[in-house]
């Protein structure tokens, strides 16, 4: 698909978005698998979303603000009235919820089978890290938003409060494995914990994840002698004498590395760390 045949789809897709008397389209509902007790840990199926900027939100549905349609689980968090299309040069994907409130940044959080289908090399990335993110175009009813630096794979990870973590033994970035009680029982590994204060405990997970595991609404996720498996990230041993910005954009994706004592990291490497929440130790 050349320049000319995006232009189309985005002007096509523009008139049909603006065009009276549209019947919505039902939306997808975002999140499934909730369930309490029992010693484990809510799964919820994350369906794509997009986190807008208020810049975005202006570029997509003009001046206003987001509608709130219902809360999500996690305190603050809802999912919008509005919708957008995200569009690449292999393709589009329509009716694409947002989450409120509006955030810094614009993120767009698909699966790897939507990367595929749109022809993206997007990186596993916890919310917020968006180095090395792809590219795409947003489209809603008031024009398009290029959300360059925007597209990732969501990591699996597990929403802890302070007390929560202090019950399982965890801490804020550690990595767990949790064995997900379903029909088809799946053991993920490495899976992030976060902590605070503004969580409530579920384990988030897309819905590649949630079809392979065969998750079900009331599905747990069991931390235990036989799942827990890992409380620290892994390191990622580096031979390397200098770290420049592109290595250490390479380095930046395994979460925490260790470097030999004298390495020399120049100061754009050391934002690159920064900026993807990376932990450099030095052995």
């Known amino acids: 698909m050349n320049e000319q045949q995006l232009k189309s789809i985005v002007e096509s897709v523009l008139a049909e978005m603006q065009a009276p008397n549209q019947t919505p389209k039902q939306p997808i509902p975002l999140h499934g698998g909730v369930a309490e007790g029992r010693g484990g840990v809510p799964i919820e199926a994350s369906a794509r979303h997009v986190h807008l900027s208020a810049e975005a939100f202006t570029a997509l549905f003009g001046p206003g603000e987001l509608t709130q349609t219902r809360a999500l689980s996690q305190p603050g968090e809802f999912l919008a009235g509005q919708r957008v299309g995200v569009i690449t040069p292999k393709g589009m994907i329509e009716n694409v919820a947002v ?30 890290n968006l180095a ?59 899976v992030a914990v976060r902590v605070s204060e503004k969580f409530a405990l579920a384990m988030h997970i897309d819905f590649d994840e949630a079809n392979a595991c065969a998750l079900v609404d009331g599905s747990v996720g069991m931390l235990n002698a036989k799942c827990l498996m890992l409380n620290e990230a892994p390191a990622s041993v580096c031979e390397d004498k200098v770290i420049t910005e592109a290595r250490a954009k ?10 030999r004592r004298g390495t020399i990291v120049t100061p754009s490497a050391k934002d690159i760390f920064n900026a993807a929440k990376c932990e450099v130790e030095y052995t």
């Open 132 to 190: 090395g993110a792809a590219d795409c175009v947003l489209v809603g009813p008031a024009g398009i938003y290029e959300a360059r630096g925007s597209v990732i794979v969501a990591q699996n990870h597990i929403h802890m409060t302070p007390a929560d973590a202090s019950a399982y033994g965890l801490h804020d970035g550690a990595f767990v494995a949790v064995c997900a009680e379903t029909a088809r029982p799946v053991i993920f590994e490495q």
């Open 250 to 259: 390479e380095l930046s994706r395994t979460g925490r590395v260790t470097l």
């Open 99 to 128: 989450l409120g409130p509006l955030r810094p940044a614009t993120q767009v959080e698909l699966s790897l089978t939507d990367c595929r289908k749109l022809g993206l090399k997007a990186p596993v990335r916890l919310s917020g």
